[in-house]
């Protein structure tokens, strides 16, 4: 393990990238060098530079910056995969957010990006015990962001959320790798039924703003839902779902859906024709 981070230290072409990105920031805005130096330059690593925002966002007079940091720099000390999620998720936002011009934009600016990473770390200590301070962090990401992920969910790596105001996934919620989606999704449960109650998102699926996603269901994988949609039952790989209740209208239209970002109907209605 310690060979690995060693490795990924000396090879990031992502931090890398994000540090070059700054010093031209600050170059064209002095005035955001204070931000910069401590978010991004003042930091040897990516992992030493989401701890430090990861902390800064979230502390309080409840949880100070101190012990959150200090967290933080465990899990990530222990955890590569924490490190390789945020590289993959940072990778995923600079292709699929047309708003998104820099890696260092969601290090330093979009809430979806940082409550993930929030969301990983939370996730950390409910795999290992650490229960109580993982629904903390939960508690702080759904105070400071508005999203709240229980950190009970499995969610993969490449993840995108967009806008990510009022996000909520569930305790028993799965989403796979490669997953787009918008503001005010759910993945939710139907009632006070216990055990696994909530969805289970496969591979490369694109979720519109406002989607709901309720129960023990499978979404298949490359499949789109529709912005506003409401669905109940399992879905097939590579179809396009819309309306209240959801109800398949085409093919997704594309092979990666959640990369290609296209939320219009056009697509699969052309496919079929």
Not at 48 to 67: D, G, I, W
């Amino acid at each position: 393990m310690a060979e690995m981070r060693a490795e990924l230290t000396k090879l990031d072409p992502v931090w890398d990238r994000i540090t070059r990105e700054a010093k031209e920031v600050i170059a064209d805005e002095p005035l955001l060098g204070g931000l910069i130096g401590a978010c991004v330059l003042h930091h040897r690593t990516l992992e030493k530079a989401l701890s430090y925002r990861f902390a800064a966002k979230l502390s309080s007079n409840e949880m100070s910056m101190v012990l959150l940091r200090e967290i933080a720099d465990e899990a990530y000390a222990d955890s590569l995969d924490l490190a390789e999620a945020a590289r993959a998720d940072i990778s995923a936002i600079l292709e699929r957010d047309p708003a998104c011009h820099r890696m260092l934009q969601p290090v330093l600016y979009f809430k979806g990006f940082q409550a993930m990473q929030a969301y990983r770390l939370a996730h950390y200590l409910w795999t290992h015990g650490r229960k109580d301070l993982s629904y903390f962090i939960q508690m702080r990401c759904s105070e400071v962001y508005g999203i709240d992920i229980h950190p009970g969910a499995r969610i993969g790596k490449g993840i995108m959320i967009d806008h990510a105001h009022s996000i909520v996934i569930g305790e028993t919620a799965v989403v796979g790798d490669n997953v787009s989606m918008l503001h005010s999704v759910t993945l939710g449960g139907t009632g006070k039924e216990d055990e696994d109650r909530h969805p289970k998102i496969e591979d490369g699926v694109l979720i519109g703003a406002g989607a709901k996603v309720l129960g023990n269901i499978r979404v298949g994988r490359g499949t789109r839902i529709a912005a506003g949609s409401v669905v109940l039952k399992d879905l097939p790989p590579h179809v396009t779902v819309a309306g209240v209740p959801a109800k398949i209208v085409g093919e997704a239209g594309c092979d990666n859906p959640s990369v290609e970002m296209d939320q219009t109907l056009e697509s699969c209605m052309k496919k079929q024709m």
